[in-house]
């Protein structure tokens, strides 16, 4: 059971009639809720100030995404709960969430209930994705997030600049080494990865993940 007399939300989302309506019914169910954000610099700046119990918050919102606020309010120490409460079902964005360890991950086709379900499992210190996603999804991005923790800092920095479409010998003159060293990295990031050989599937691969790569 949940004791709402000492919980605390923040809830940001830049959709107004969203945010308005999200504020409604959780105020409506007897929340606390002591800021709302229509922008993620806004929201960062509530987390700070307010230190809620929870953070409800939408993804893609204008200056800080939900994952960039999430991030910078950790590096500052928050003890704050976070919960994600997205459109997105996409793998890419689910490994985000692993890989920043967020408490929660709800999607807006949710119904009330299942947020209540989310707020009983994170205040105990667990971790909660929405019922709406398939076990196997989930499944699939742990092991995507596996793969990835396996590269080395260099092979992280190398697979960040090919997702923008720099060249072999782009890389190379950036990093000020050889082109034959920025291939070896390649080829172990592809082995690390799991990917076919092939002259373009690195790339290809990257360019489909890139908003996930450039977050490492």
Same mark, same amino acid.
């Given at each position: 059971?949940?004791?709402?007399?000492?919980?605390?939300?923040?809830?940001?989302?830049?959709?107004?009639?969203?945010?308005?309506?999200?504020?409604?019914?959780?105020?409506?169910?007897?929340?606390?809720?002591?800021?709302?954000?229509?922008?993620?610099?806004?929201?960062?700046?509530?987390?700070?100030?307010?230190?809620?119990?929870?953070?409800?918050?939408?993804?893609?919102?204008?200056?800080?995404?939900?994952?960039?606020?999430?991030?910078?309010?950790?590096?500052?120490?928050?003890?704050?709960?976070?919960?994600?409460?997205?459109?997105?079902?996409?793998?890419?964005?689910?490994?985000?969430?692993?890989?920043?360890?967020?408490?929660?991950?709800?999607?807006?086709?949710?119904?009330?209930?299942?947020?209540?379900?989310?707020?009983?499992?994170?205040?105990?210190?667990?971790?909660?994705?929405?019922?709406?996603?398939?076990?196997?999804?989930?499944? =699939?991005?742990?092991?995507?997030?596996?793969?990835? /923790?396996? +590269? %080395?800092?260099?092979?992280?920095?190398?697979? *960040? $600049?090919?997702?923008?479409?720099?060249?072999?010998?782009?890389?190379?003159?950036?990093?000020?080494?050889?082109?034959?060293?920025?291939?070896?990295?390649?080829?172990?990031?592809? =082995?690390?990865?799991?990917?076919?050989?092939?002259? /373009?599937? +690195? %790339?290809?691969?990257?360019?489909?993940?890139? *908003? $996930?790569?450039?977050?490492?």
């Amino acid at each position: 059971m949940i004791d709402k007399s000492s919980l605390t939300l923040v809830i940001a989302d830049d959709h107004p009639m969203l945010l308005s309506g999200l504020y409604d019914e959780m105020t409506r169910n007897g929340y606390n809720v002591v800021a709302k954000a229509n922008n993620g610099e806004l929201a960062l700046q509530a987390i700070l100030t307010e230190k809620p119990t929870i953070a409800l918050l939408d993804i893609d919102m204008p200056k800080l995404s939900g994952f960039e606020v999430i991030k910078q309010a950790k590096e500052k120490g928050t003890k704050t709960k976070f919960i994600i409460l997205s459109f997105h079902k996409e793998t890419e964005y689910v490994i985000q969430a692993k890989k920043l360890q967020i408490d929660g991950y709800l999607l807006k086709e949710d119904a009330f209930e299942e947020i209540e379900r989310c707020f009983e499992v994170v205040l105990n210190d667990g971790q909660y994705f929405s019922k709406s996603f398939a076990k196997a999804a989930l499944e =699939d991005a742990s092991y995507e997030l596996q793969k990835l /923790n396996l +590269l %080395t800092p260099s092979e992280v920095t190398i697979l *960040k $600049l090919v997702a923008q479409q720099k060249s072999t010998n782009d890389i190379a003159d950036t990093l000020c080494v050889s082109s034959r060293t920025v291939e070896k990295h390649r080829s172990n990031i592809i =082995d690390k990865l799991v990917l076919e050989k092939g002259t /373009n599937m +690195l %790339t290809n691969w990257a360019l489909v993940n890139k *908003k $996930l790569i450039l977050e490492l």
